[in-house]
């Protein structure tokens, strides 16, 4: 499901995004244009938005590798939250 799609199915309305959210309350990164260009001011909230995704989207990276998030879930959808709630804890654990 697309993020605004599941943003709006959900109804949250705080949060940090990337450009899927485009169209939302969160917050988002600063675009430029041929217009207008990024002050430095908007370059620097640029970085530091990009350090907080960065880490949500390398956790996304990493349980990808288990499919549970890549691929079309073939198993019965009652086992689903236990299923990906042990790959998330075999992440933490592979992770500290």
Known sequence: MHDKKLYDATGNT???GDLGYMGTTM???KKSSKLHKLTETQK???KAHARIRIVVEHVFASLK?????SHRFRNN????NEIFLTVCGLYNLKRG
């Not at 590798?65 to 998030?69: D, G, H, K, N, S």
């Not at 959808?77 to 689903?80: E, H, I």
């Open 14 to 16: 705080a949060g940090i």
């Open 27 to 29: 917050l988002l990164p």
């Open 44 to 46: 620097q909230e640029n």
């Open 65 to 69: 590798q288990f499919r549970i998030l």
């Open 77 to 80: 959808l009652a086992y689903y």
